[in-house]
């Protein structure tokens, strides 16, 4: 993912107040694991990228062991590893996926044609570490691809509309289910990237 937007200017594209969220550099590349700035009920906030799920167990009631990253719409309210989780919104200018083998791999830079933010669903969660530090966390939600996306991914990020994030934040999960869809064809911009620095923050 990248975000070229300060805190302040999405707090004023989605209406909230900016504080206590200071401003940041822009950051070209964003890994899981890293911090990000979200957008909870309670306005935004940071939170890690992916939520490491001590205490959550998957249908066989075995541990789930592996940081999840992504989750997948289809089974979101299904399945047991999601039981308890909160919503946000992950506001991005864009992210990046890969094609080809291993050692010949080529990034592609996705973003919206006209520019501006990208809002992406996401669960929350919080990790309390062996320390007793608590650590809000987040995991994006995907869908089946957009004509757009499928040529370089089989999955892509549920992007909500502006109008639909109170609901995707408060509603119940009946409610929020036809929000989980792919983003319309042709509204996204899929270009290599080649000159991107992986090593700026």
């Keep these: 993912m990248f975000l070229t937007d300060t805190p302040t200017d999405m707090a004023k594209a989605l209406g909230f107040e900016p504080d206590p969220v200071a401003d940041e550099p822009p950051r070209r590349n964003i890994s899981p694991g890293q911090e990000v700035v979200a957008l909870t009920a309670d306005g935004l906030t940071r939170m890690r990228w992916g939520m490491i799920p001590v205490g959550r167990v998957n249908a066989r009631g075995r541990p789930v062991m592996e940081t ?96 639909d994030v109170s609901l995707w934040l408060t509603g119940s999960g009946s409610a929020v289910t036809p929000l989980m869809r792919p983003w319309p064809n042709g509204s996204l911009l899929v270009k290599e990237a080649a000159d991107v620095d992986w090593d700026a923050p």
Excluded at 106 to 135: M, N, Y
């Design 68 to 163: 999840i990253i992504n989750a997948r719409s289809e089974t979101l309210f299904g399945k047991m590893a999601f039981d308890g989780t909160g919503r946000a919104v992950l506001p991005v200018n864009g992210w990046y996926e890969w094609t080809g083998n291993a050692r010949n791999k080529t990034a592609w830079r996705i973003k919206p044609k006209t520019g501006g933010l990208l809002l992406f669903a996401a669960i929350t969660d919080v990790w309390e570490t062996p320390g007793g530090t608590r650590v809000p966390q987040l995991a994006t939600v995907t869908c089946e691809p957009s004509g757009d996306v499928k040529k370089v991914h089989h999955r892509m990020a549920v992007i909500l509309r502006p109008e």
